[in-house]
C-alpha cells in the first residue's frame, strides 16, 4: 500500500491551499483516511480524519478553516486549506486505515508534503 501527497507549498496567510493524497495498491476497503501534521520541534498532531461513512473530525486549531473530503471511488483524501496561518506551518502527512488482501487491517503513511505559510 503506498499513499501519495502532493499539493503542498508556498502560501500567504489568509490565502487557500488544497492537499490532495491517493492511496494505491492491494486494498480491499478503504476505512478512515486523514491528514497530520509535524512542525520543526514539535510532534506529530492530528489535522481532520475522515471516516467510510464521511463523519469528519478536526482539531481545534483548524476547525472553520479547514475542510477535510474523499473520494472513496479513487481512495483519496483532500484538505482544503482556507485562510492559513503562520502558525499551520508543518510538513503535512497523510495516513489511512486499510483492509488489505487477505482482510489484513493496516494503517499506513504517505510521505509528507511541506506546507509554508509566510507573506
Known amino acids: 500500500v503506498q499513499l501519495q501527497a502532493s499539493g503542498g507549498g508556498l502560501v500567504q496567510p489568509g490565502g487557500s491551499l488544497r492537499l490532495s493524497c491517493a492511496a494505491s495498491g492491494s486494498i480491499i476497503r478503504v476505512n478512515y483516511m486523514g491528514w497530520y501534521r509535524q512542525a520543526p520541534g514539535k510532534q506529530r498532531e492530528l489535522v481532520a480524519t475522515?471516516?467510510?461513512?464521511?463523519?469528519?473530525n478536526y482539531a481545534d486549531s483548524v476547525k472553520g478553516r479547514f475542510t477535510i473530503s474523499r473520494d472513496s471511488a479513487k481512495k483519496s483524501v483532500y484538505l482544503q486549506m482556507s485562510s492559513p496561518k503562520p502558525e499551520d506551518t508543518a510538513v503535512y502527512y497523510c495516513?489511512?486505515?486499510?483492509?488489505?488482501?487477505?482482510?489484513?487491517?493496516?494503517?499506513?503513511w504517505g510521505q509528507g508534503t511541506q506546507v509554508t505559510v509566510s507573506s
Open positions: 495516513n489511512a486505515d486499510v483492509f488489505t488482501s487477505g482482510w489484513r487491517q493496516g494503517v499506513y
Open positions: 475522515v471516516s467510510n461513512g464521511g463523519s469528519t
